[in-house]
């Protein structure tokens, strides 16, 4: 069973911090072309048909800005970290995060349910296979169905719950499978006292018009609330994964009510990981109830393993204090695609250290709200945040006056009356 796998791997561990290793947005494109236009009539490019612009610039081996990953630097990047892991024991991780959207971008026109399926699976069976016996936990992306972003409500969405539950059932108990072909959510124990819940953002993503004005599709914030209860009452600790973060593209009555929930329930919400932006950054989950809009939460958003579009690609390793279950720190990875493209092999590295990175001490609420306003007057740290912000892919300087406003109202709050009113007054 999954928890017994996790416990031995403590056992192993007792010496060093839990480590999780976070893949998110891998995005793979079957057609991608060594040499294929990157600068293309119909996004995105790289592919065998693409149709260049009077711009040239071609594909390279592992990739490019504007394109989705080909299938080899999916392949030969796992296999780069498995190496990394063994020659770095200490970072070899207990555990992996695989935090949604395997399938390509491209239109609707172009894609279909099977293509879509045939990509997920691929992407799973590379970790199965590079990573055999690493616990993994799954949850949907939006990309993770046809067509993208929309999902019909129970039981129109058995086929791609299907899809996923079968793909899952290595790293799922049996009693949560019927969750996920019901909701594509769940929840189990990591350990005795440790719990994941792990959410279906297309309940709540603003582009699925099948569900837009629905309350509680699926069920699933019930769920939510349900086994936060739980956890209170049998004083489990939880962490709670969501594809879409709770500042980004989601319904804002739900993130209204996401907020309350987790402000609620912020003695055992440990700590929340997603996606999606496919940008390095953290949305500050406030008490929307208290006068001073109390920081209550922080959720972080790991960038994509891709570098669609204007980022470099990138994983995360997350070091887990092994008592609280809180996020000590994190090694952030990227791949250089300029490099990549020059020298035809993989430029994977150590980009940095979250915590001298950002130069606190901890990544609790109120000094991370901290961190973000003091950028507000130290410009030099904001261009360091923008220069993670794009995974090393950004010119210094570019972001300034109302991105700059946009940026840091993003990173301090959660709805949009709440950004809105930051801008206004910045």
Request: proline letters at 5%.
């Amino acid at each position: 069973m999954f928890p017994l796998l996790i416990l031995c791997l403590f056992v192993l561990s007792v010496s060093r911090d839990i480590v999780v290793f976070q893949l998110t947005d891998v995005h793979v494109e079957p057609d991608y072309l060594e040499g294929a236009p990157a600068l293309c009539e119909e996004f995105p490019c790289c592919r065998r048909n693409s149709v260049p612009t009077n711009e040239t610039r071609s594909a390279g081996r592992y990739g490019d800005h504007n394109c989705d990953n080909a299938p080899e630097f999916i392949h030969d990047s796992l296999q780069w970290f498995k190496t990394y892991f063994k020659s770095h024991p200490e970072r070899n991780p207990d555990l992996i995060l695989m935090t949604g959207d395997q399938a390509t971008h491209r239109k609707k026109s172009t894609q279909t349910p099977e293509l879509n399926i045939e990509l997920i699976r691929f992407v799973f069976r590379e970790v199965k296979n590079t990573f055999p016996d690493y616990p993994v936990i799954p949850i949907f992306g939006n990309h993770d169905t046809f067509p993208e972003g929309h999902m019909l409500p129970p039981p129109g969405n058995r086929r791609m719950t299907e899809v996923m539950a079968a793909i899952w059932k290595k790293w799922i108990p049996k009693d949560q499978l019927e969750n996920v072909l019901y909701g594509g959510y769940y929840t189990m124990l990591i350990e005795k006292g440790w719990r994941v819940i792990a959410l279906n953002c297309l309940w709540h993503y603003t582009e699925n018009t099948y569900v837009e004005g629905m309350e509680d599709v699926a069920e699933e914030t019930a769920f939510l609330v349900k086994w936060l209860e739980h956890a209170r009452q049998h004083h489990e600790v939880v962490w709670i994964l969501n594809h879409i973060p709770a500042g980004n593209t989601l319904f804002e009555p739900y993130k209204a009510k996401y907020s309350a929930i987790v402000a609620r329930y912020k003695d055992i919400i440990r700590a929340s990981f997603s996606g999606h932006t496919h940008q390095d950054h953290y949305y500050i989950i406030r008490d929307e109830s208290s006068v001073e809009k109390t920081p209550v939460h922080v959720n972080f958003v790991a960038p994509a393993f891709e570098g669609l579009v204007d980022n470099n690609p990138s994983a995360r390793l997350y070091l887990i204090d092994e008592a609280t279950k809180e996020v000590k720190d994190f090694v952030q990875f990227a791949a250089d695609f300029d490099e990549m493209r020059r020298t035809g092999r993989l430029a994977w590295r150590e980009a940095y250290r979250a915590k001298e990175a950002l130069g606190v001490d901890s990544f609790a609420p109120t000094e991370m709200a901290a961190w973000a306003e003091r950028m507000w007057g130290d410009e030099e740290a904001f261009q360091d945040y923008m220069t993670r912000y794009r995974a090393g892919y950004y010119v210094r300087g570019s972001c300034v006056e109302e991105c700059k406003k946009e940026r840091l109202c993003d990173l301090l709050y959660v709805e949009e009356k709440d950004k809105k009113e930051c801008i206004r007054v910045h």
